[in-house]
């Protein structure tokens, strides 16, 4: 009887464990969709377009339309039943800071929020000029001050942005077999976005996630652009920092 007990309180807390995913249609964000999805954990994808996020996630994803530089919105987005976690990653921008203090905030006065997830960056110092590390760095901040429960993901260099239209880490050229680049000699412990999603999730769905904990996260070796453009047979050749 006790055993039968254990499993059923274990079973509703299952069910009333509740995911909001604040940049689900980003690289993590639509991974982190489709763990919590073959896991069975409840969850709701907030949306500026919610036909765009559907057909990106799938038309039966719960999607709640809401613009995240509208405080009444973000809290009308968050009221609800029940307990929840909060996952964000809000895309990169003039507005990017502000959005997520807003989000953070928001969560904070419902009063239902028992614990956040923010993906960060570790690439500062390819980002300190021309990247979102500042705005990352001032919404950590709005983080720490809002929430009595956090976890910071740092992820590394996504291995997806090589195939990316970036300045800073993508390969552009590469549709014609060949590329250059500053970084092209120099080893980087690049991760997978479904990594880092798989730690995310582990955090959001834990029956008590360890709280105010900053996560470095990067893959399991050091490897060059140039190695993994030869896995694929292009080459990526040295090209000077000034360029």
Known sequence: MLRLALLLALAATARALRVVVAGATGKVGRELVRVLKRQGVEHAALTRDVLAAKR???VATKCVEVDLDDEARVDAALDGEGPFRLYAACANGPNQAAQEARLYAAAARTGRCEHVVKVSTCAAFFEADAGPAAAHAEAEAAL???SSSWTILRPSVFV???TAPSPLLGLPGLES???A???????I???STRDVAAVAAR?????????NATLHLSGPAATTLAAVAACCDLSVDP????A
């Open 144 to 146: 720490r001050d809002s």
């Open 239 to 242: 090209q000077p920092v000034d």
């Open 181 to 187: 680049h500053a970084l092209a000699d120099e080893k």
């Open 189 to 191: 412990a690049m991760i």
């Open 56 to 58: 990106l996630l799938g």
């Open 203 to 211: 955090r959001l769905v834990a029956a008590a996630p360890p709280a």
């Open 160 to 162: 997806e942005s090589l």
């Open 177 to 179: 077999g060949a590329a």
